[in-house]
């Protein structure tokens, strides 16, 4: 029995099957969960002597997702010797993320490691104010190697 209103002088109450009820109920849960989404992210994988045919793929790769809205997990993994070319990994993390700076930004740090793999997340919408910031300063510094 289920009680549909319990404010009058004499409850009203429905009789219903309850499996059925605790099913809608755990359908309507699932939706919920659905249209949140917050935490949702495609992951991108490479490595750091990849070559620029892969590169390019996965560079358009991230470009789709971000124009969707997905957070994009950037996983940068080095394997048995490859930890000696840590720098060669540091800058290719933050070529991906330069490439990418019209569609996303990353988020925290570029170019730290965490055991064996670099994990950056590049988070949609451009970081513009801070380009054309670098860019007016490259443009000032230009001008002013060009005056002396």
Known sequence: ???VSDQSEVPV???LDY?????EQSKKEKGQKKKQGG???KEVKIRYNIDIGDYNTRLNQAKKFLEKGKRVKLNLTLRGREMQ???LAVDLAKRFVTDLANEGHAEGEV????????IIFIIPG????KV????TEKLDHAENDSES
């Open 39 to 41: 935490n949702e992210f």
């Open 19 to 23: 499996g059925k009820y605790k099913f």
């Open 111 to 118: 170019g730290k490691m965490t055991g064996k793999s670099m």
């Open 85 to 87: 070319h840590k720098d």
């Open 126 to 129: 451009s970081d513009k104010p």
């Open 13 to 15: 109450a429905r009789i």
């Open 1 to 3: 029995m289920f009680v």
């Open 132 to 135: 054309k910031k670098l860019d």
